[in-house]
DNA sequence: CGGTTTTGACCTGCGC
DNA sequence: GCGCAGGTCAAAACCG
């Protein structure tokens, strides 16, 4: 223990006060506050008393060494004034251990020690000695004092830490985003160009099909390609704003993706004119239609809620509805081309009925993520199911059929001209007509659609995208002149009729096991006693698919419109 | 003061 | 070509 210490004075000079004064104690290397008792100008004879204040956290390995340490302040102090009868430092170890009042303030890590010393019990002089109550309130105030300090770094700290924290979750935030759409456009897109290439061998008359994408979500994207020109320029001749959550994927064509994205929403006359020499793509790009999504849910609200920032920025009375239409267009980053209307029902105005358009170009908070994952798997269902074909627009309903159950009004998807459309319908209640399969129905946990609509719409998402996997499964059915491709590319053989091949795959155990392990899997692993997974598809009069769902409080419903 | 909403004007596609 | 309807623009108003 080093001996050596450094103090201002001592004892302090007659006409200097060190109250409140510091000395640095190289034993624990810090500093220590001289309390005005030690500084007392009174003569170091008879009792005494002098406290000292430090703030080291672990110091009672040091109490020892600071006896010692007092004991040599009151020898030195004896012998500069030549006591006769000066105890030598043992006889002041001895004192300073039978009369010393220690306290180790242990929660603010302020070490206090107060040392009552005489030199002779027996004479005791209060004159001399401070008051005792403003002794400890100085020392309650000097403890306060370090532990206000001590809380404020504290603080500042849990701050750094929450900021770092933070930080983090909206790093987490960005690469779970970019990893999910990443995710679900491989899966959809590989199952699209699969059923896309085997429709151009079926049609191997033309020489070169024209092969075209439309990939639509609030959090997807829209991509066209056209293998004759897979080019396509912006107005400007810029470069469109990338996203950096749809860039992920379709490395190769992101530039036709983009500027197909900007292009739909720029507005086909704006290319045209800007633009002349595409005209000869103008037909090209006249059918790449710009699908929606509209979802209708009961609120008295003006909109609803679902997570994206959004501006207005015109209204219009729309023909045959006495509500005015309102458009919106997303403000959560600059140029994004995502854009929404809302309007209520006509019929019935408690319904808002918001279309969704676009794709976002940023990634989406977790909030913003269910309604835009769930339109935009709805709007990829739909397109996918309705590329073009020999016989024109094909109706996707029947896909849309094929996996949510029990469909007569929860999801309708109209491919009709000029915006294919998708609408989830978050209004209505079950149809008990439409589950009369107890033992195959699939229940989905959703709360009053009416009044929860956000946890419905969370769940939207998980359900379009599973039924992503299994969709080209119909895809082929919407199609009649590609039923027997799509059965061939599904199950290997070929299908007879429309009614076989909706047959086959009706019975296709794997399907419906695959189709019910992707929905119990979604609801929480088939564990939560809440959810009755069971799903059976049903094969409808009209040819269609469907499983059976049924909730009480909540469905899922897809219509065909047999078109 | 910056962002948002309002609202009339404007543009475009489409049907006749 | 004209009118209609849907959609967008942009200046003014509004708001926090």
Redesign the pocket.
Known sequence: MAESFVINSFPPPQDHQLYDQYFYDNRVGNYCKVEPALMDSSPPRGNFQFQLSTSMHDHDHNRPDEMDFFARKIDDHDRDHDHDNASDGDDRRALLSRSSEIDFNVNTGLHLLTANTCSDHSIVDDGISPDSEDKRAKNELVALQADLERTNIENHRLKDLLNEATSNYNTLQMHLVTVMQQQSHKAADHELEQFSDLHARKNSGASEVPRQFINLGLGGQISSETDAEPSLSSPEGGDPIRSPVSNMDHLSKEDDVDQASQNA?M????V??LNPSKSVDQATE?TIRKARVSVRARSEAPMITDGC????????????NPCP???YRC?MATGCPV?K?VQRCADDRSILITTYEGNHNHPLPPAAMAMASSTSSAARMLLSGSMPSADGIINSNVLARSFLPCSNNMATISASA?FPTVTLDLTQTPNPLDCQRPQNQFQLPFQNPQQNFASSAALLPQIFSHALHNQSKFSGLQMSQDIEAAATLQFGHQAGSLAETVNALTADPNFTAALAAAISSVMGGGSNPNNNVNVTPITTNNGSVTTSNNNKNGNIKVTNSGN
């Open positions: 929403w507005g086909s006359n704006k045209s004119r006249a920032q959004w501006r207005k920025y015109g209204q219009k009375i729309a023909k045959g239409r309102a458009y403000t854009r209307q000029p």
